[in-house]
T-cell receptor, first 114, second 116 residues
């Protein structure tokens, strides 16, 4: 049981490049989400999904796109990378969006935009 | 504005000693409060989840308390070990949204360093 798997673990992009951060879970969780964590700051929600085909914006969605074509996968796309998007990105999943259930986090993707 | 504030920002203790981390929140309506441990370079891992009606919950050497009246929580670590060195994050869920799909409000975390 792998839990939540994020790839890649590290990535360096040039300003203006695009890329996709991958997130996959094998726990049949309905709810998946993406957070970013900047140094010394709290995690902030980028986008989330309550099930396949359903996505919604979080606190800081600008510059990011998501889709949820399957229950297992929730990729995060950077359309045109900017230095302000340098951060550590975490994917998290939960049995459902109901707050009583715990969240399982991936190990993160450290992204640097130069 | 919904906020979660943690103190201290950082803490250094000697191995074997106890410590207590604090979390104050201004989240309404309140649904539940979680404590997470985040090792350097890793994702957060859940330690405890407490709802409004629970005022204490333990997970091994970790004991969380909740005072919903004063909107305060604490995480007490007993007999600290070197492996306890990590960031500890307090997360409060509000009760908004359909099907209880409330929002998570994260604290900034307390960085704990346990020295031999």
């Amino acid at each position: 049981n792998a839990g939540v798997t994020q790839t890649p673990k590290f990535q360096v992009l040039k300003t203006g490049q695009s890329m996709t951060l991958q997130c996959a879970q094998d726990m049949n969780h309905e709810y998946m989400s993406w957070y970013r964590q900047d140094p010394g700051m709290r995690l902030r929600l980028i986008h989330y999904s309550v099930g396949a085909g359903i996505t919604d914006q979080g606190e800081v969605p600008n510059g990011y796109n998501v889709s949820r074509s399957t229950t297992e996968d929730f990729p995060l796309r950077l359309l045109s990378a900017a230095p302000s998007q340098t951060s550590v990105y975490f994917c998290a999943s939960s049995y459902s969006g109901r707050v009583i259930y715990g969240y399982t986090f991936g190990s993160g993707t450290r992204l640097t935009v130069v | 504005k919904n906020q979660v504030e943690q103190s201290p920002q950082s803490l250094i203790i000697l191995e074997g000693k106890n410590c207590t981390l604090q979390c104050n929140y201004t989240v309404s309506p309140f649904s539940n409060l979680r404590w997470y441990k985040q090792d350097t370079g890793r994702g957060p891992v859940s330690l405890t989840i407490m709802t409004f009606s629970e005022n204490t919950k333990s997970n091994g050497r970790y004991t969380a308390t909740l005072d919903a009246d004063t909107k305060q929580s604490s995480l007490h670590i007993t007999a600290s070990q070197l492996s306890d060195s990590a960031s500890y994050i307090c997360v409060v869920s509000d009760g908004h949204g359909s099907s209880n799909t409330g929002k998570l409000i994260f604290g900034q975390g307390t960085t704990l360093q346990v020295k031999p």
